[in-house]
Antibody
Framework: EVQLVESGGGLIQPGGSLRLSCAAS????????MSWVRQAPGKGLEWVSV???????FYADSLRGRFTISRDSSKNTLYLQMNNLKVDDTAVYFC???????????????WGQGTLVTVSS | ELVLTQSPATLSLSPGERATLSCRAS??????LAWYQQKPGQAPRLLIY???NRATGIPARFSGSGSGTDFTLTISSLEPEDFAVYYC??????????FGQGTKVEI
C-alpha cells in the first residue's frame, strides 16, 4: 500500500526556515516524480515544486530561490527546505506522488495528509 | 499562462441528484485532465485521470468527459459522502501543474 506521511510543520516567524519531510512507503521515491502542493487556509490547491525521476527540479515562480526540494533514497523520504519564509507561505503542505507522462499527461495519484506551516510574528 | 476556471463555485444539491461540474481551460494545451475530491481536513483524493479514467476504488457514479478547453465531472446520483470540494488539474508547459479554483458541492 502506498503511504505518504509528512512532518516538520509548525509556527515560524517571518524570515525563518523549516524543513518538511515526507516519508514514503509502498514504493521508492527515486523511482517516480514527486511533488509538493500547498493550500493556504480556506483557499485552493497550489503546486509548489517537483523533482522528476531524472532529478530535474522545478519550482513555482513565486518560490524560486527560497525553497529547495530533495529526496533521500536511503530513507525513502522527500524533503522541502523552506528559507526566508513569508506570511503568505502559511499553508498546509502536501507531498504527492506524480504520474507525469511525456509532459502531456500528469496527475497526482497519492497524497500525504499534509503538514501545517504557519508563518507569523 | 494556463488558467483553469471551474464553475459553478458552489453547487447546492440533494442526495440522489445529479451533479455536473465544469472546468474550462483558458487555452487548449492538452486533451488530458484530472479531477480530485477534497473533504474538510483531508488530503485531496484522485478521482479521474486522462479525462475519463476512474482511479482505483472510485465508484462508477463518477465520470469525466470533455476535450480541448471544456471538461466535465459528473456525479450521477449524489451520495452523502460526495459532498466535498472538487478540483480539476491539467499538465501544461508552465506552470506545469495548474489547478482550478474548486467547486464546492454542498447539501
Amino acid at each position: 500500500e502506498v503511504q505518504l506521511v509528512e512532518s516538520g510543520g509548525g509556527l515560524i516567524q517571518p524570515g525563518g526556515s523549516l524543513r518538511l519531510s515526507c516519508a514514503a512507503s509502498g514504493f521508492i521515491v527515486n523511482s517516480i516524480s514527486m511533488s509538493w502542493v500547498r493550500q493556504a487556509p480556506g483557499k485552493g490547491l497550489e503546486w509548489v515544486s517537483v523533482i522528476h525521476i531524472d532529478d530535474t527540479i522545478f519550482y513555482a515562480d513565486s518560490l524560486r530561490g527560497r525553497f529547495t526540494i530533495s529526496r533521500d533514497s536511503s530513507k525513502n523520504t522527500l524533503y522541502l527546505q523552506m528559507n526566508n519564509l513569508k506570511v503568505d507561505d502559511t499553508a498546509v503542505y502536501f507531498c504527492a506522488r506524480l504520474q507525469d507522462y511525456s509532459g502531456v499527461r500528469a496527475w497526482f495519484d497519492s497524497w500525504g495528509q499534509g503538514t501545517l506551516v504557519t508563518v507569523s510574528s | 499562462e494556463l488558467v483553469l476556471t471551474q464553475s459553478p463555485a458552489t453547487l447546492s444539491l440533494s442526495p440522489g441528484e445529479r451533479a455536473t461540474l465544469s472546468c474550462r481551460a483558458s487555452q487548449s494545451v492538452s486533451n488530458y485532465l484530472a479531477w480530485y475530491q477534497q473533504k474538510p481536513g483531508q488530503a485531496p483524493r484522485l478521482l479521474i485521470y486522462d479525462v475519463s479514467n476512474r482511479a482505483t476504488g472510485i465508484p462508477a457514479r463518477f465520470s469525466g468527459s470533455g476535450s480541448g478547453t471544456d471538461f466535465t465531472l459528473t456525479i450521477s446520483s449524489l451520495e452523502p459522502e460526495d459532498f466535498a470540494v472538487y478540483y480539476c488539474q491539467q499538465r501544461n508547459s508552465w506552470p506545469p501543474y495548474p489547478f482550478g479554483q474548486g467547486t464546492k458541492v454542498e447539501i
